[in-house]
């Protein structure tokens, strides 16, 4: 019984499915806001599958949606012209997103894989508090 | 046909496509079965090979010719592109004025930018070693370039990226590629064959030719979604159609 | 364990192609397909395809939904509608 | 389970062409296309498992573990780019319907033959 394994899927059904039903009823502004909550909670899963796998090679996966998750969600902020404040987002980064990374760090111990895995953690934070920060375009 | 009659047109053909494919289905080995006649030979030929990637192996040295046709449909795709979103006879090009952009959000596409790139080459250069490649590392380079626009706005991102030298790039990719394949041939062996010495398992120079070809399809594929999304920019952003072309219409 | 992954992921993919498909107005679409893509990566991930993961994550998460974008931007426009130009 | 990967991507297939058939929007469509691609990536993926496998990737990995087959994922990893790029392709043909005929609703089209 693999407890990473264990953690991914609750994510999964704890986390993404419910982004899912607000992305398919929810209204615009909601709608962006479940699809930054979905890259969040998608980069843990990423990381648990890494380490209930034991693969530490499928941590590129979590780096590079790390990058280009807070990038998509630019996009739709863009073409919606206003990018919603959501305190949800802010408050899923600053608690999953540690929660899950610090356990790692300590499983991998000291070296270049606790390196990565740290700057992954630190690339979704400050991203999607970049993304959940919020501009409300006037004019 | 209207639509009532072709949603009944659709609605029978798929009623029988999903019988029959639930039919194959069961006839199909179970899910997780363990008859895999060809992935156990690909890998043996990618560890003799000293490809630690062996899906890297299989792209580029034992189907590399295959990969070169995936390459000439993406070129043949970005070429189409290019030619329908040309700017047309009574088509004005207005230079995109700056938006308004929360510094933030500024500032996160300025530090982010390098942050992309470094990534991006690291995903193209281990392509033979860890997952990762030239079509992956090509499209994160591609989008890392357009955080200017996503960040800031299309002033930016203009000013940093000549169009035609990524044209030049799109075309020199592909050139390289080919190039490979004659080398092989000169050097005696089939064309794409994996003739340079393959190196020490598990090392940046390790696969042999799988390195080259990675290097050169992210750069065809990162230079041809920049010149497809510079021509979808120009369309959206810039060029406009002037009166007279509507009154014509 | 594999197993329940797999399927979980099996079913969250074959939702979100459904919700993609009947939100008709192109906007909302490619945000669903944005997590579509997501999803698909999570499958590959757990059906351990990381590659394919991390091609279907690069394209999905900005490169298609920014061309459906300029796409629907570009058709509303119009000839001579002067709407922001960034 | 055993064919359950199998049946969605078949259920993505059908879902895709039913929104191809029955689209108003042109662009919709091509969405709808991008679903119908996206079954045979699921389907190809799903038959290449092999229970307990990892990925054949033997970066941190030793040789002689048991592997997933690297063939269907080599397939679907180069096919998703390259379908990107039809998709732009596509959208592109879209953006010069738009202009020559004012209308991107497919029956509108039709009419104009007429």
């Known amino acids: ?139 | 046909m209207s639509r009532p009659v072709r949603l009944w047109v659709f609605l029978v053909g798929a009623v029988l496509v999903a019988a029959l494919y639930a039919w194959a289905c069961f006839d199909l080995p179970s899910f997780g079965g363990d008859h895999h006649p060809y992935g156990d030979r690909a890998v043996r030929t990618a560890l003799a090979q000293h490809t630690a990637n062996a899906v890297s192996s299989v792209n580029f040295d034992q189907r590399a010719f295959d990969t070169l046709g995936e390459q000439t449909i993406l070129f043949a795709a970005v070429l189409g592109t290019v030619v329908l979103l040309r700017q047309v006879r009574g088509e004005r090009r207005t230079d995109p004025t700056p938006a308004p952009v929360a510094d933030r959000v500024r500032w996160f596409g300025v530090l982010m930018l390098p942050v992309a790139l470094v990534v991006g080459f690291y995903v193209v250069a281990h392509g033979p070693l860890s997952p990762g490649g030239g079509f992956q590392g090509g499209i994160v380079l591609a989008t890392a370039l357009h955080l200017l626009y996503i960040a800031a706005d299309y002033r930016a991102l203009e000013r940093i990226r000549p169009v035609g030298l990524y044209e030049v790039g799109d075309a020199v990719g592909e050139a390289a590629y080919v190039v490979t394949g004659l080398a092989a041939v000169l050097a005696g062996s089939a064309f794409l064959a994996n003739v340079v010495p393959h190196g020490t398992f598990n090392t940046l120079s390790s696969g042999g030719t799988v390195a080259v070809l990675n290097i050169a399809v992210g750069m065809e594929v990162a230079c041809g979604i920049i010149v497809l999304l510079a021509r979808f920019l120009d369309q959206a952003v810039e060029i406009e159609e002037t009166a007279e072309e509507t009154g014509a219409r | 364990m594999d197993e329940v992954l797999i399927a979980i992921a099996v079913v969250l993919v074959a939702a979100a192609a459904t919700a993609a498909v009947f939100h008709r107005d192109p906007l909302r679409q490619s945000m669903v397909l944005s997590l579509l893509g997501l999803f698909l990566a999570l499958l590959y991930t757990f059906v351990q395809a990381p590659d394919v993961a991390l091609s279907q994550l690069a394209v999905g998460s900005a490169v298609t939904p920014l061309m459906i974008l300029l796409t629907v931007r570009k058709v509303k426009r119009g000839p001579r509608s002067g709407s922001e130009d960034r | 389970m055993s064919v359950l990967p199998y049946l969605a991507a078949g259920w993505i297939f059908l879902i895709g062409v039913y929104g191809l058939v029955t689209s108003r929007n042109l662009i919709h469509a091509v969405g709808c296309l991008t679903v119908t691609q996206s079954s045979t990536y699921v389907l190809l993926v799903a038959i290449g498992y092999r229970r307990g496998g990892t990925a054949p990737v033997f970066s941190d990995l030793p040789p002689g573990a048991r592997v997933v087959d690297p063939v269907v994922q080599a397939l679907a990893l180069t096919d998703i780019v390259v379908g990107a790029t039809v998709t732009a392709l596509l959208l592109a043909l879209v953006v010069q319907l738009r202009k020559r005929h004012g209308t991107v609703d497919p029956d509108k089209l039709a009419e104009l033959r007429g």
């Open chain 1, 1 to 139: 019984m693999n407890g990473w394994l264990l953690a991914a899927a609750v994510l999964l059904v704890a986390g993404l499915a419910p982004v899912l039903w607000t992305m398919a009823v929810g209204e615009p502004r909601t709608r962006l806001v479940a699809q930054n909550l979905s890259t969040v909670l998608a980069c843990p899963v990423f990381l648990l599958a890494a380490q209930g796998f034991g693969r530490p090679s499928y941590t590129d996966l979590a780096l590079v949606l790390a990058m280009l998750g807070p990038a998509g969600t630019l996009v739709y902020a863009r073409f919606l012209g206003v990018l919603p404040r959501s305190r949800v987002v802010l408050g899923t980064a600053w608690t999953v997103v540690p929660a899950t990374v610090l356990p790692l760090c300590v499983v991998a111990g000291p070296g270049r894989a606790m390196a990565k895995l740290l700057v992954i953690g630190v690339l979704v934070v400050a991203g999607n508090t970049v993304t959940s920060a919020g501009t409300d375009r006037h004019g």
